[in-house]
């Protein structure tokens, strides 16, 4: 583009005297924008020169008639992952002390084509050359098809606060293995050292941000570490960041030839570290198997790399196993991936896989189970997506069990048909950040739920995560993005955005950095229409509440704990016991066993009449296909409470109208196993 040229009048001394001031000030830190508007939301100072925000008008505070606030919410972003992976996988920096020109500059191996961009040649294809120059040109990045570079400058983000958005989940993220096994990097592939710095550089954003408006706590970018907190920040107009962790090995948690690497000492000790650094939401597992949790499967050649990284991280391969229900992992795919294959030691290759077995069959282990109560005492979302369906149903079984809201899916690797069991537990649900007709006809897919739970919507840009952004839909689209147009509160007027010499058009460069997610809401209102960008609206709401369900989430008091039992039958070993009473006693290592015949009972005497609202049923193997849960106040009359015939075993709660009763029997009709029935542990709840 051409850069204007402007004359100006002869100055005074005076005027001479104020330009020496101001270059002095441009040489010592940020100055005033020249473009500024009157208002808090522009800063009083600003890095110059530094990227366009190209928004006019007040964004919106406060809360609706309801109390409710209002805007949008990325539920899963990378604003530091150019610090992970060994410092060079991403290039780039959300925000440098040096200004504009340094954080945006490639790559050193990238100079002077792209000839050594090796990781932008495997994810992109082509032979990865590419003008490497970022500030002032921005020739060929940030794009949305090039997976290497920085998307997160702070300006860009602050482009899509300005334009409506008020969460931002800020995903803490590396891949010890990616590291190892890439030929560039200046630090150490610790995956926890990685986290801590990209933690502590969050929090230097936030601070380096605040300088630009006065001090600490002034900026608009406030990282948050509890739901009250959060809806104050929303409250004031800025934008609450929360700290979240997508990492594959977690605590040093992974697995060798199927050995832990790990123990439940060391999940309390990551846990608490985490806790402390401000996180509130994590993955257990994230691309390869490790000690807590089997992945769900990656596809194509991405998919075949990744399981070679699996086998130099693990020594083991992905293995499958056909799904036993309607929920499956991603397939896997047969595609080549030369480059990660020369990895493989000589003689060893990557497997084939049936066609027909699509679950992994690794699903959530006892230290699995064990980090997500941990998470639950801790008040901390668990984030479902890249768990295997073992590892979620498990997930989801524990969950259900205690009543605990705090499930999040963020970026649409969760299967479909989990969705309403989220949501019934409170959970919050947003979509990966597809293109406009792809986001609209899944987020059309799921209208009659979210109506029918009363809860928003939300996107997953994972901005600087590997994954790819919406291509441009051409500048010749019936209905494209016309600029400029106005934000969806309707206070703000939102126009094309300026970097450098670069300017970005939805319409012809799709989804390229941060700062188009404004661009892109408004084709998504073009495309879906209004409703889907309303219920996007309510986003930040639905997750708050989520958030906040889980910090006053109480156990709930087991009223058979300890309690006096009988049994139709137990079975008889000499060496161990499998007495009814062991279902009640609060070891999951001990249990009641029946005779091997199908009606079979345990009854539970509560010792006074109490309130049931939920039974929880943790089953050995040997399980019930069909069983009732009944109730009675004398004993002797039983009415059912609740009855399947389908049970699959695992941890089951049956959830019933309030009822009130001093015994509670479960009555086994039909067995899933040529044995008997067979309980670790029974539940009793009122709540």
Not at 273 to 297: I, P, T
Not at 437 to 454: M, V
Not at 494 to 502: A, K, L, M
Request: glycine share 10%; net charge negative.
């Amino acid at each position: 583009m051409t850069i204007s040229r402007h004359t100006h009048p002869r100055r005074s001394p005076f005027a001479v005297l104020s330009l020496l001031l101001a270059v002095v000030a441009l040489a010592l830190g940020p100055v005033p924008s020249s473009a500024a508007e009157p208002g808090w939301w522009n800063p009083v100072a600003r890095p110059a020169p530094d990227s366009d925000i190209n928004i006019t008008g007040e964004p919106f505070k406060g809360t609706d008639s309801q109390g409710r606030v209002r805007g949008f919410v990325d539920a899963h972003d990378h604003l530091m992952s150019n610090e992970g992976f060994g410092g060079r996988l991403i290039c780039g920096k959300p925000f440098s002390e040096l200004g504009v020109a340094d954080a945006l500059k490639d790559c050193p191996e990238h100079y002077p084509d792209g000839t050594l961009a090796i990781f932008d040649f495997i994810t992109k294809g082509g032979d990865g050359k590419h003008d490497p120059d970022g500030w002032p040109t921005f020739k060929d990045w940030p794009a949305h098809d090039s997976l290497t570079h920085q998307q997160n400058y702070y300006a860009w983000v602050e482009r899509a606060w300005r334009g409506g958005q008020r969460v931002l989940v800020n995903d803490l993220v590396t891949n010890g293995v990616i590291c190892s096994v890439y030929f560039f990097k200046d630090r150490s592939c610790d995956e926890m050292t990685a986290i801590r710095l990209e933690a502590q550089k969050t929090y230097d954003m936030q601070a380096y941000i605040d300088t630009m408006y006065g001090g600490p706590g002034k900026g608009w970018f406030r990282i948050v570490t509890d739901s009250a907190q959060a809806r104050e920040v929303v409250k004031q107009g800025k934008m609450a960041v929360v700290l979240g962790v997508e990492t594959s090995e977690p605590f040093g948690c992974k697995q060798i030839l199927d050995i832990a690497q790990c123990s439940k000492e060391d999940v309390d000790r990551g846990l608490d570290e985490l806790h402390r650094l401000g996180v509130r939401s994590m993955f257990l597992c994230h691309k390869f198997d490790n000690a807590l949790c089997g992945v769900r499967f990656d596809q194509g050649a991405l998919g075949t790399a990744i399981n070679v990284g699996q086998f130099l991280s693990t020594g083991t391969f992905w293995k499958t196993e056909k799904c036993t229900g309607p929920q499956h992992d991603n397939p896997i795919g047969l595609a080549a991936a030369p480059q990660a294959q020369k990895e493989l030691p000589a003689g060893v290759s990557v497997p084939s896989y049936a066609a027909d077995a699509q679950c992994n069959t690794r699903g959530l282990t006892e230290l699995g189970e064990y980090a997500v109560r941990g998470m639950m005492k801790r008040k901390m979302m668990l984030e479902i997506d890249h768990m295997s369906v073992k590892a979620a149903g498990r997930a989801f079984d524990i969950l259900e069990s205690e009543s605990y809201p705090g499930i999040i899916s963020s970026h649409s690797w969760m299967d479909d048909n989990w969705t309403e069991r989220l949501y019934k537990l409170g959970g919050f649900v947003a979509q990966y950040m597809n293109g406009a007709e792809g986001f609209s006809a899944e987020a059309k897919a799921k209208n009659a739920l979210r109506d029918k739970y009363n809860v928003g919507y939300g996107y997953g840009t994972d901005m600087n995560g590997v994954g790819g952004w919406p291509a441009p839909r051409g500048a010749d689209t019936p209905n494209p993005v016309r600029y400029p147009f106005r934000s969806v509160d309707g206070g703000s007027v939102i126009d094309r955005q300026t970097t450098g010499q670069r300017t970005w058009d939805l319409n012809t460069d799709g989804a390229s950095h941060y700062g188009l997610v404004p661009d892109w809401i408004e084709d998504v209102r073009l495309v879906g229409g209004q409703d889907v960008v309303d219920d996007l609206f309510r986003g930040a709401e639905s997750y708050l509440t989520t958030w906040g369900s889980s910090e006053k989430h109480k156990a709930g008091v087991n009223l058979a704990a300890g309690a006096a039992t009988t049994a139709s039958s137990a079975e008889w070993n000499p060496f161990t016991s499998y007495a009814p009473s062991r279902a009640v006693d609060g070891n999951t290592g001990t249990r009641w066993a029946s005779d091997w015949s199908d009606d079979q009972w345990i009854r539970i005497d509560l010792g006074a009449a109490h309130l049931v609202k939920r039974v929880t049923l943790d089953w050995e193997r040997a399980h019930a296909r069909a069983y009732r849960i009944e109730l009675s106040n004398d004993g002797t009359n039983w009415q059912t409470a609740w009855s399947t015939t389908t049970g699959d075993g695992g941890l089951d709660t049956a959830r019933f109208a309030g009822t009130t009763a001093r015994y509670v029997r479960i009555h086994g009709v039909q067995r899933a196993t040529q044995w008997g029935y067979s309980l670790h542990e029974v539940g009793v709840h009122s709540s």
